[in-house]
């Protein structure tokens, strides 16, 4: 069976040949290629900028739902090095790998499918090559060096510290690095025009990070197109891997009158020097095809009746001919050794950060125990994206490197609100479980506490009143919730009383007193009545398994 996608060169001076040389070469040789490319993109950025966007006013998981004809997580999910490492990290089942590994049978059939075709980084590393590295020649790299299966390395790496217990997954893989890369960039951006540049949150250290991370991989293609997709990439190793499996595969034909056209347009670095297939980096893109001048590439099936007139591999250098040993397999179990004392060590030197001493983090409703929160996060903050109200918040790198870019829960900037379940929606890997809003609702990420040395009403000042007296600026937060834990005590002085027993610490309250007290009268410095995490000792299935929602058991602490 052959899978032609491709404009043959009969096909060329037909009118849709004519009229697809106005879009570019590769369209014209490989137009469904491109279209798939352009859908996916354009799918990625209707998700991010639509579906994502928490717009409207309350109601924010019925409004999510009818956006969400697809998932908002999809391409976080297809991606398997996202499921596989979060998997390995937390020992558990994560639902995601289903998506993953769907991919991977895929790719069995069609080789690097997901690569060649679906991969929004891979779309937008094309048009930044195709407006800024062709033009630019002068940091041009050889084809072949040192950095050829770097993206090997980098994927031993990423499952060493997997196995560690350390998520790196999100420093390298292609849809996290993407996705975090556009809530520190396009998001202000939506955010500022829509809702004003006053609502914009200000960008940390950490941020910067990510966007130097996000801008170096569109720049690695100065070195040469597609580098990050070609040498770099995980994700893209790990299909690679699976090519070993590939049942239909690129042959060259006998007719080929070697003109080189196949190698200039190749964008994976799948063609040898004599013009055969390196199948493990070949993404059946079928642009090669396209711009044969004699019909000599077919795809078809590996093992069908069709020749492959070219050589399996390239031939050696006459050095190593002459010595008998393979310097590049060599090299490659050196590097792959170094990847995993890299790896190692990397474990290591961020379990070294992450000290007992250090504070416990408000972490948004649903989620794991702070143990495996980190091992399932992938730091794509896909949660941030989705929060309506501006209450997720990345973390730094102050706070230790392996919680660095996961979401916690600043109740000064904004609380909960009570009608949004769109974090754990979100999650690819279960890190936050995908409640539903009457589950959610049960969900204690905290406690608040009143600090009667600062609280107005606590030392008799009535700037908090509300009502006639009879109300607090906290209390009537709570209520307008639905939780009415927060009660009043006293008769010549209303003082604010928190009931263990319903506060889900949401930080309504801690947000309406840092608004009032602190921003808009000046009274404070901090809020009065702020919420403590990690009082309740829940635990919650860390795999997240099971959609729409979760087992979770909380318990109420005893003061």
């Given at each position: 069976m052959r899978f032609h996608w491709f404009v043959?060169?009969?096909?060329?001076?037909?009118?849709?040949?004519?009229?697809?040389?106005v879009l570019g070469p590769t369209w014209r040789a490989s137009p469904w290629r491109r279209i798939a490319?352009?859908?996916?993109?354009?799918?990625?950025?209707?998700?991010?900028?639509?579906?994502a966007w928490p717009g409207g006013m309350g109601d924010f998981a019925l409004s999510r739902a009818r956006k969400e004809i697809i998932d908002i997580e999809l391409f976080l999910a297809l991606d398997p090095l996202v499921g596989i490492s979060a998997a390995i990290a937390s020992r558990a089942w994560v639902w995601s790998l289903w998506f993953g590994g769907a991919m991977l049978l895929i790719g069995i059939v069609l080789p690097?499918?997901?690569c060649g075709y679906l991969c929004p980084m891979g779309t937008l590393?094309?048009?930044?090559?195709?407006?800024v590295s062709n033009r630019v020649k002068r940091f041009r790299v050889r084809r072949i060096g040192w950095w050829r299966p770097l993206r090997y390395f980098v994927l031993i790496a990423v499952l060493v510290a997997a196995a560690g217990g350390v998520m790196l997954v999100g420093y390298v893989a292609a849809i996290p690095v993407?996705?975090?890369?556009?809530?520190?960039?396009?998001?202000?951006?939506?955010?500022?025009m829509v809702r004003g540049w006053g609502e914009v949150p200000s960008v940390h250290a950490a941020q910067w990070v990510s966007i130097s991370l996000f801008v170096g991989v569109l720049l690695l293609g100065l070195l040469r197109p597609r580098f990050w997709c070609r040498h770099v990439c995980p994700s893209g190793a790990l299909f690679s891997i699976g090519n070993l499996l590939r049942m239909n595969e690129r042959k060259v034909q006998d007719h080929c009158i070697e003109c080189g056209k196949c190698s200039k347009v190749c964008s994976f670095d799948a063609i040898n020097d004599d013009f055969s297939t390196i199948g493990a980096n070949c993404a059946f893109c079928q642009t090669c095809g396209g711009v044969c001048p004699v019909d000599a590439i077919h795809f078809t099936g590996r093992f069908s009746g069709v020749a492959d007139a070219a050589v399996a591999t390239s031939p050696k250098p006459p050095a190593e001919e002459e010595s008998g040993v393979d310097h590049s397999r060599r090299r490659f179990l050196i590097g792959a050794a170094v990847s995993t004392v890299g790896g190692a060590l990397a474990v290591r030197g961020i379990q070294m950060t992450s000290g007992a001493d250090l504070p416990l983090v408000l972490r948004p409703p649903g989620s794991s125990a702070e143990a495996d929160f980190v091992r399932l996060c992938t730091r794509c903050d896909q949660c941030l994206r989705v929060c309506p109200t501006g209450i997720l918040q990345p973390m730094g790198i102050g706070q230790g490197l392996d919680r660095l870019w996961t979401p916690q829960a600043n109740a000064d900037f904004a609380g909960c609100d009570p009608s949004c379940n769109n974090c754990g929606q979100a999650c690819p890997t279960g890190a936050i479980a995908a409640l539903t809003l009457e589950k959610k609702r049960e969900i204690r990420m905290g406690l608040a506490e009143v600090d009667s040395a600062t609280c107005l009403a606590c030392r008799g000042q009535r700037d908090c009143d509300t009502s006639g007296g009879t109300h607090l600026i906290c209390q009537d937060a709570c209520e307008a919730a639905g939780y009415s834990a927060i009660l009043v005590e006293g008769e010549s002085a209303v003082t604010p009383v928190v009931r263990a027993e319903t506060c889900v610490g949401c930080g309504l309250c801690q947000a309406a007193c840092f608004r009032t007290n602190v921003i808009e009268k000046k009274l404070l410095s901090t809020a009065a009545i702020r919420v403590r995490p990690g009082v309740d000792g829940r635990t919650v299935n860390a795999a997240a398994s099971t959609r729409p929602s979760v087992d979770v058991q909380y318990s109420v602490p005893s003061d």
């Open positions: 043959k060169s009969s096909e060329r001076q037909s009118k849709v040949g004519r009229s697809l040389r490319q352009a859908a996916c993109f354009t799918l990625f950025l209707v998700l991010f900028f639509f579906v690097r499918m997901f590393v094309d048009l930044f090559d195709w407006a993407l996705t975090r890369g556009f809530q520190f960039m396009a998001s202000p951006l939506q955010i500022g």
